[in-house]
């Protein structure tokens, strides 16, 4: 058939009707491709030509710029009004078949398609009318399906748990009844294992408003969602080890001068409430760090930057809500983006040592006391030693003395370790010594041979041994040769606190009566020198002595030490 310019070739074709009918654009072209020689009502209406005025025009015009030609695929049409048309066209020899597509639609290319599989993400469709989901390959290899298979919802389903089938249901129906995209991420078992889904949808509502289509895509999260547990579980295992451990965690931007606390121990360390905020590195420096610790801390920080190290400093604090100082330990890294760059943000640890450098400086203390009192000990038991051999008459008189100060030393030394402050009391020393003569009652009162009388003082351990050895002495000469060596002698020892010193001044009193003749001394005795010499040098104490006949008397003034807080191990 011969083809002429502004004839339609199909008009004697019985198919004419359907040509012009057709619910898709359809338009021929010449043998030469270059003029339009017929096209249908769709055709005219799609680009916006009035019906009849298309055959015959260029084809060229059709095209909305230059330096393409009618091909397959997505395409930028003119229309009658100059406007740009979407349309997608497919072609069959000199025959093409044109219909408008949306922007999306022309958005979405199999550069798109590939993109998106690139990035895990397969694509979708639900239909109402057959109930089915139509997969692309990516999206059957994350549902374990083979590819190419629609799939019923009910299949589909099947991996799921019912309290998780009746949420996403929820879900979905939600979404749908307010035209809104939805997403929720779902475990669901796929071939055996379980895996985590992120699904994203939208419903295409049909002519009757009601959803016709369900588009989206899907994205397999297993290992994303197992990195991100992994990170919050080992975070959460540095809080609580930092809570443990009372650490403080910070970081330090350089540029900006500012830090952020991570945790509530670092208010804590700081005296800090949250609405006070944080401190920068010349804050700390300036204004919270002792003055003595600055210069230290800058050279650390210096070094620190040089080598690129750990940092490692300590120093003094203000803490703000009570003005108190504290010792602290700071620990950190700098961090660089390259090798070759500043840092960019110290990461570290603080810890408030107060206590323990306390503990350590008490703990160094008493092991300095412990040998202190190990060697007046030693040298005490020696002169018991020489002493009693030189006075004693015979092996079994030297064994009895020695054995008996021992005791007493030993006794002075279990009161000293069982309190607390390292102290001693003088009527608990009293008691031992005493109690064997006589019923002697706590309160200080006393029945029969022994009165006490005094208020209740506790004895430093530096008097505590020399005046608990001196009791002892005088109980010994007084069973031995006066008041307790019969039975009709009485002691009565009186003691009370008189202002004086740094602690006051202990004034004591040793009265005996009752007891046979007394007669000095003809030479003197461990007991003479002990109360002569060891509580005059050990003691500082002034000592007097009676031998009057009707019974020896001792009186004493000490001044009595304070007391060494760092002894304490309460404090």
Same mark, same amino acid.
């Given at each position: 058939?011969?083809?002429?310019?502004?004839?339609?070739?199909?008009?004697?074709?019985?198919?004419?009707?359907?040509?012009?009918?057709?619910?898709?654009?359809?338009?021929?072209?010449?043998?030469?491709?270059? &003029?339009?020689?017929?096209?249908?009502?769709? !055709?005219?209406?799609?680009?916006?030509?009035?019906?009849?005025?298309?055959?015959?025009?260029?084809?060229?015009?059709?095209?909305?710029?230059?330096?393409?030609?009618?091909?397959?695929?997505?395409?930028?049409?003119?229309?009658?009004?100059?406007?740009?048309?979407?349309?997608?066209?497919?072609?069959?020899?000199?025959?093409? !078949?044109?219909?408008?597509?949306?922007?999306?639609?022309?958005?979405?290319?199999?550069?798109?398609?590939?993109?998106?599989?690139?990035?895990?993400?397969?694509?979708?469709?639900?239909?109402?009318?057959?109930?089915?989901?139509?997969?692309?390959?990516?999206?059957?290899?994350?549902?374990?399906?083979?590819?190419?298979?629609?799939?019923?919802?009910?299949?589909?389903?099947?991996?799921?748990?019912?309290?998780?089938?009746?949420?996403?249901?929820?879900?979905?129906?939600?979404?749908?009844?307010?035209?809104?995209?939805?997403? =929720?991420?779902?475990?669901?078992?796929?071939?055996?294992?379980? &895996?985590?889904?992120?699904?994203?949808?939208? !419903?295409?509502?049909?002519?009757?408003?009601?959803?016709?289509?369900?588009?989206? &895509?899907?994205?397999?999260?297993?290992?994303?969602?197992?990195?991100?547990?992994?990170?919050?579980?080992?975070?959460?295992?540095?809080?609580?080890?930092?809570?443990?451990?009372?650490?403080?965690?910070?970081?330090?931007?350089?540029?900006?001068?500012?830090?952020?606390?991570?945790?509530?121990?670092?208010?804590?360390?700081?005296?800090?409430?949250?609405?006070?905020?944080?401190?920068?590195?010349?804050? =700390?420096?300036?204004?919270?760090? @002792?003055?003595?610790?600055?210069?230290? &801390?800058?050279?650390?920080?210096?070094?620190?930057?040089?080598?690129?190290?750990?940092?490692?400093?300590?120093?003094?604090?203000?803490?703000?809500?009570?003005?108190?100082?504290?010792?602290?330990?700071?620990?950190?890294? =700098?961090?660089?983006?390259?090798?070759?760059?500043?840092?960019?943000?110290?990461?570290?640890?603080?810890?408030?040592?107060?206590?323990?450098? @306390?503990?350590?400086?008490?703990?160094?203390?008493?092991?300095?006391?412990?040998?202190?009192?190990?060697?007046?000990?030693?040298?005490?038991?020696?002169?018991?030693?020489?002493?009693?051999?030189?006075?004693?008459?015979?092996?079994?008189?030297?064994?009895?003395?020695?054995?008996?100060?021992?005791?007493?030393? !030993?006794?002075?030394?279990?009161?000293?370790?069982?309190?607390?402050?390292?102290?001693?009391?003088?009527?608990?020393?009293?008691?031992?010594?005493?109690?064997?003569?006589?019923?002697?009652?706590?309160?200080?009162?006393?029945?029969?041979?022994?009165?006490?009388?005094?208020?209740?003082?506790?004895?430093?351990?530096?008097?505590?041994?020399?005046?608990?050895?001196?009791?002892?002495?005088?109980?010994?000469?007084?069973?031995?040769?006066?008041?307790?060596?019969?039975?009709?002698?009485?002691?009565?020892?009186?003691?009370?606190?008189?202002?004086?010193?740094?602690?006051?001044?202990?004034?004591?009193?040793?009265?005996?009566?009752?007891?046979?003749?007394?007669?000095?001394?003809?030479?003197?005795?461990?007991?003479?020198?002990?109360?002569?010499?060891?509580?005059?040098?050990?003691?500082?104490?002034?000592?007097?002595?009676?031998?009057?006949?009707?019974?020896?008397?001792?009186?004493?003034?000490?001044?009595?030490?304070?007391?060494?807080?760092?002894?304490?191990?309460?404090?």
């Amino acid at each position: 058939m011969n083809e002429r310019v502004g004839q339609d070739p199909a008009a004697d074709d019985p198919y004419r009707t359907g040509f012009d009918d057709a619910a898709i654009g359809l338009v021929v072209l010449s043998s030469d491709e270059t &003029v339009i020689t017929a096209a249908n009502r769709a !055709a005219h209406d799609l680009v916006g030509w009035a019906p009849g005025t298309l055959p015959g025009r260029p084809a060229a015009e059709l095209l909305h710029g230059e330096g393409e030609g009618l091909r397959d695929g997505l395409q930028i049409w003119r229309r009658a009004d100059g406007g740009a048309l979407d349309v997608r066209v497919r072609r069959s020899g000199r025959t093409l !078949a044109v219909e408008s597509v949306d922007v999306d639609a022309a958005a979405h290319s199999e550069a798109n398609r590939e993109a998106l599989a690139a990035a895990g993400l397969g694509e979708w469709r639900w239909d109402r009318a057959t109930g089915l989901l139509t997969l692309s390959r990516r999206a059957a290899r994350i549902l374990g399906r083979p590819p190419g298979r629609s799939v019923s919802w009910d299949e589909l389903k099947t991996g799921l748990s019912e309290v998780e089938l009746a949420r996403l249901s929820a879900a979905v129906a939600e979404a749908a009844r307010t035209g809104e995209p939805y997403q =929720f991420d779902t475990p669901t078992t796929v071939a055996g294992r379980t &895996v985590i889904l992120r699904v994203r949808g939208q !419903a295409i509502p049909g002519p009757d408003g009601a959803p016709a289509v369900t588009v989206g &895509v899907i994205q397999d999260i297993t290992t994303r969602v197992e990195a991100r547990d992994e990170i919050l579980s080992r975070d959460q295992r540095l809080r609580v080890a930092t809570t443990i451990a009372k650490l403080g965690i910070f970081e330090w931007h350089m540029l900006e001068d500012q830090a952020i606390w991570e945790n509530e121990h670092m208010y804590e360390i700081f005296g800090h409430a949250p609405e006070d905020g944080t401190i920068g590195k010349t804050e =700390f420096l300036n204004d919270i760090l @002792h003055p003595d610790d600055r210069a230290a &801390v800058r050279r650390a920080i210096s070094q620190a930057l040089r080598e690129d190290g750990i940092l490692h400093i300590g120093g003094r604090i203000r803490r703000k809500s009570d003005g108190a100082w504290r010792m602290i330990d700071m620990a950190g890294r =700098f961090e660089r983006d390259a090798p070759d760059r500043l840092p960019r943000r110290l990461i570290g640890v603080v810890a408030d040592v107060t206590d323990r450098r @306390h503990a350590e400086e008490r703990q160094s203390l008493l092991i300095r006391e412990l040998h202190h009192r190990v060697k007046n000990t030693l040298a005490t038991v020696q002169a018991i030693v020489g002493s009693t051999a030189r006075t004693a008459s015979s092996i079994e008189s030297f064994y009895e003395a020695f054995v008996g100060r021992i005791k007493s030393l !030993a006794h002075t030394h279990s009161v000293l370790t069982e309190d607390t402050w390292q102290t001693a009391s003088l009527s608990n020393l009293l008691l031992n010594e005493l109690k064997p003569y006589a019923e002697v009652m706590p309160d200080g009162g006393a029945e029969g041979r022994i009165s006490l009388d005094g208020p209740a003082i506790d004895l430093p351990s530096e008097i505590a041994v020399p005046i608990g050895m001196a009791i002892h002495e005088l109980t010994t000469n007084a069973a031995k040769y006066g008041a307790l060596s019969n039975r009709t002698g009485r002691v009565a020892v009186e003691w009370s606190l008189e202002p004086g010193g740094p602690a006051g001044i202990l004034r004591f009193s040793w009265r005996e009566t009752g007891g046979p003749p007394v007669e000095p001394p003809s030479r003197q005795g461990f007991g003479s020198r002990l109360l002569q010499r060891v509580l005059i040098t050990q003691v500082q104490a002034e000592v007097t002595t009676d031998y009057a006949v009707g019974g020896f008397s001792l009186t004493m003034r000490a001044p009595i030490p304070p007391r060494n807080d760092s002894l304490n191990p309460l404090v």
